[in-house]
């Protein structure tokens, strides 16, 4: 059994799970389904956006053959293009490429509505993103009737800012259950994560290795940091364990993505590991507020300022 977190409508989602957002169409099915069956995750994170569902699909009805369903958690997450009364469509087509019946989260990837339709990330003439005139507030109640009609059994939100959390917690009758956000040593968040937790919502980690690599040429690589990789030396575990139990104990869900066997059991060990209180006090002191992930660069608007 994994480390759970209990959500605040009595759910538990596990405190490690497998993120699969670059993770491509050829390696994804096999990943799944080493993940789940051989190495014991039992929470996978998906969205639509990530164009991997259906070989994610053909995993979970290998998977499901062996282990019920109701052993694994799974998120998927809501396109910015499928809003307000588009979404109960595009949680269907998300079911069925999952090849499941429910999800055990679904969340609005961003918030922020494109115009409904094919088109994935609508920039206009200069280049900016263009938004729809479909507040969160329509959205959100669409996804409430998700979990009335038991499609979904918890809804939350992805890359929310503290204000945009403040207003949908005033209109919500059936609360966010989790914010998932880029968190890292980098980026630790610390005070949004207190607002969550005052308000009761879990957050859960992406990218809580670093997007080691990076996304942009000048982005720094903190599985190279010499703090992190002083404190795996002394745990004899790897740099990516020490980030990922990092974000276990400070009670944040990690999801971290790999497609490599070898990598995909370690990170799954880090659950093992136990950081003292000088550990976690070097780890906090890296926070420099950096972003790997910010949609500035894409979108052209300052979604995070
Ligand atoms: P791969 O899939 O080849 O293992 P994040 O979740 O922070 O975005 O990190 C994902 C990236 O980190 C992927 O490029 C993944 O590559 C790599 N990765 C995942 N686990 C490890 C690990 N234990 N050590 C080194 N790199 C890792």
């Not at 958690?73 to 396109?79: G, N, V």
């Not at 209109?171 to 005052?198: C, G, R, W």
């Not at 490599?260 to 950081?275: D, G, H, P, Q, V």
């Not at 926070?287 to 500035?296: E, I, L, T």
Request: aromatic share 8%.
């Amino acid at each position: 059994m994994t480390q759970t977190l209990r959500l605040n409508n009595g759910n538990e989602i596990p405190s490690i799970g497998i993120g699969t957002w670059k993770a491509d169409r050829e390696s994804v099915q096999e990943a799944v389904e080493y993940a789940v069956l051989e190495v014991g995750y039992r929470h996978i994170d998906c969205a639509s956006i990530y164009g991997n569902q259906k070989e994610i699909g053909k995993a979970f009805r290998n998977i499901f053959k062996k282990i019920p369903r109701e052993e694994v958690f799974i998120t998927s997450k809501l396109w910015s293009n499928k809003h307000g009364t588009a979404t109960e469509n595009a949680l269907k087509n998300t079911l069925s490429d999952l090849q499941i019946d429910y999800l055990d989260l679904y969340l609005i990837h961003w918030a922020i509505a494109f115009p409904v339709g094919e088109e994935l990330e609508p920039l206009d003439e200069n280049g900016i993103i263009q938004s729809a005139n479909i507040p969160i507030q329509e959205t959100w109640k669409e996804m409430e009737n998700l979990v009335k009609k038991k499609l979904v059994k918890s809804i939350g939100v992805a890359n929310f800012t503290t204000s945009s959390l403040v207003d949908l917690l005033s209109y919500a009758k059936i609360k966010p259950v989790t914010n998932q956000i880029e968190l890292h040593p980098y980026n630790s968040q610390a005070e949004l994560i207190d607002f969550m937790t005052y308000n009761d919502l879990v957050a859960t980690a992406y990218s809580p290795l670093g997007t080691p690599g990076g996304i942009k040429d000048e982005d720094p690589i903190l599985m190279q940091d010499d703090a992190v990789k002083k404190i795996a030396k002394k745990h004899k575990a790897t740099e990516a364990q020490i980030l990922l139990a990092w974000g276990m104990q400070r009670g944040t869900s990690v999801i971290p993505k790999s497609t490599n066997k070898k990598r995909i059991s370690e990170n799954f060990a880090s659950t093992e590991i136990s950081l003292n209180e000088d550990d976690i006090e070097v780890l906090d002191s890296l926070n420099a507020n950096y972003r790997f992930v910010d949609p500035n660069g894409w979108w052209g608007i300052p979604y995070f300022s």
